[in-house]
């Protein structure tokens, strides 16, 4: 039997472990950590870059981050957060492209402006109001809106051709929006990790059991999934990153904090295309609204892609319906997570939620056919044959208990914390990799919040992220300066 002490366990080789292990690095040089992952390879789920939309959330153009409230008003409070949080990533990816962490920063962020286009009077006007509402606001006073056909054809060319001209048409861009391979952030950061001292990533290794010891230390069995040797590894914090894979490993620890939770698969799909005559034509990504009855992550949008320094066209998602909790998972997965304490919660939503399920029955007997037909409303001139279908990620969103409704589905992430602060995990998905930092940021908050309070730590948390501890939503100083140097140094910044 081989035992291993660690400061820091990290359980799953995506970005947000990735993220937190070099934050916590940068902080103290000196702490040991291990990084497990289960495949052969990391950032092979959810960061890789074809299992995402890498839009590099920011809220600028995802419509459902604006809702319409009863009274006709936009809401902006969840657009509002979800860009400041962005703001967070763009400043600590810019402190390590700086510090020459990371290579150029067209390896894994490319500026694409984001762009929202509607058609419909209703749905012109709606996009109007949300553009006054946002506009107003320091965080996105760069927005643009038009409802001329002729300024939208040179927006998003492909979207204007072969249109017809009677139809009321409206779009918004924002210049300075990116396109994010995750998967390249992933591996840089891990490369980086790799690279200092006292750091341990264990690829092809799966996590198997929980102990917590008397000492308050985690006892985690961890597998070799090719030689089948175990190693115990003795943590003083666990963090669960593991993408879907999070929900079974937070109901094995055992943490009261963690009962009651269960989970929702949802599978997509996109429809890709790499003929260059027809990518080079598109260079934006453009969302549009939702069909009634999809789930927020099945917002339709045409995007450029640039993975692995390759550049494509995704349209998408379609979405899908499967039991398994990762792309490479098990189709028990759903089943096995099925538990006492959280029983009544997944049953009250499946009760609750039926016309979802019938949505997502609806996607998954889609033929190409019908796919490319949805394509049309963003792309009239789309040929059948220019696109293919391609599987994106596993999301599973979260099922947890309600007082009034018995159980309640939610969209977006969660970080489930210990009373201790020993472990926390990060439920849930979008915005997901895009509000990484933001993220981990927060569990430091939580779990170290002692040594983030000295002011060594302090001092190095404003070098990596200028705005700790300012208010980038109301502080329009503030945000002009932290923004323009992100820009500059990840080269986002508008040409004109």
């Not at 039997?1 to 080789?13: A, H």
């Not at 492209?97 to 058609?119: A, E, L, M, Y």
């Not at 319906?321 to 939503?349: E, Y």
């Not at 037909?373 to 599973?396: K, M, T």
């Amino acid at each position: 039997m081989s035992v291993k002490s660690v400061d820091v366990l990290l359980v799953g080789g995506g970005v947000m472990s990735a993220t937190l292990g070099v934050l916590l690095k940068q902080l103290d040089p000196s702490m040991k950590i291990m990084l497990v992952e289960k495949n052969e390879k990391v950032a092979l789920e959810s960061s890789d870059g074809w299992n995402n939309a890498g839009t590099g959330h920011a809220a600028y153009c995802e419509l459902n981050y604006t809702p319409e409230n009863p009274d006709g008003t936009i809401s902006t409070e969840k657009a509002v957060a979800i860009n400041a949080a962005f703001e967070v990533s763009l400043q600590f990816w810019s402190y390590l492209v700086d510090q020459g962490f990371f290579p150029d920063p067209k390896h894994f962020i490319n500026r694409t402006p984001h762009q929202s286009f509607v058609w419909g009077e209703k749905n012109v006007e709606f996009l109007r109001k949300r553009y006054e509402a946002l506009s107003q606001l320091p965080l996105f006073e760069a927005m643009e809106f038009s409802d001329d056909p002729a300024v939208l054809e040179q927006w998003m060319p492909l979207v204007m051709q072969g249109r017809d001209p009677k139809q009321p048409v409206a779009g918004t861009r924002v210049k300075h929006g990116a396109d994010v391979d995750f998967g390249s952030i992933t591996r840089d950061l891990i490369y980086n990790l790799e690279r200092q001292s006292d750091f341990d990533l264990l690829v092809s290794h799966e996590v198997r059991d929980f102990r917590k010891r008397g000492d308050q230390r985690w006892s985690v069995a961890v597998k070799d999934r090719i030689q089948g040797k175990t190693t115990y590894v003795n943590a003083n914090f666990v963090f669960l990153g593991a993408g879907g894979g999070s929900l079974p490993l937070l109901q094995a620890c055992g943490i009261e904090e963690g009962l009651g939770y269960g989970g929702f698969p949802v599978s997509g799909q996109w429809l890709v295309c790499k003929k260059a005559d027809i990518v080079e034509q598109h260079s934006a990504k453009v969302y549009g609204k939702a069909p009634i009855g999809a789930p927020p992550m099945s917002v339709p949008h045409l995007d450029t892609r640039i993975i692995d320094g390759e550049k494509a066209l995704l349209f998408g998602p379609f979405a899908g319906f499967t039991t398994k909790f990762l792309k490479q998972g098990s189709f028990f997965d759903l089943i096995k997570s099925v538990r006492p304490n959280n029983l009544l919660p997944m049953m009250r939503v499946g009760l609750r939620h039926t016309d979802l399920t019938r949505y997502l029955i609806s996607e998954v007997m889609q033929s190409h056919e019908d796919r490319v037909e949805s394509l049309r409303d963003f792309f009239p001139d789309a040929r059948i044959e220019d696109w293919q279908l391609a599987i994106a990620g596993q999301r599973v969103q979260i099922i947890k208990k309600d007082p009034k409704l018995g159980g309640k589905l939610e969209f977006g992430t969660e970080v489930i914390t210990s009373k201790d602060g020993s472990l926390a995990a990060l439920l849930g998905a979008s915005p997901g990799a895009s509000t990484s930092v933001n993220t981990m940021v927060g569990i430091l908050e939580q779990c170290f919040k002692e040594r983030l309070a000295t002011e060594a730590w302090q001092k190095k948390m404003k070098e990596m992220i200028p705005s700790y501890g300012g208010d980038l939503i109301n502080d329009a100083d503030l945000l002009a300066k932290v923004r323009t140097h992100t820009l500059t140094s990840l080269q986002l910044a508008p040409e004109n």
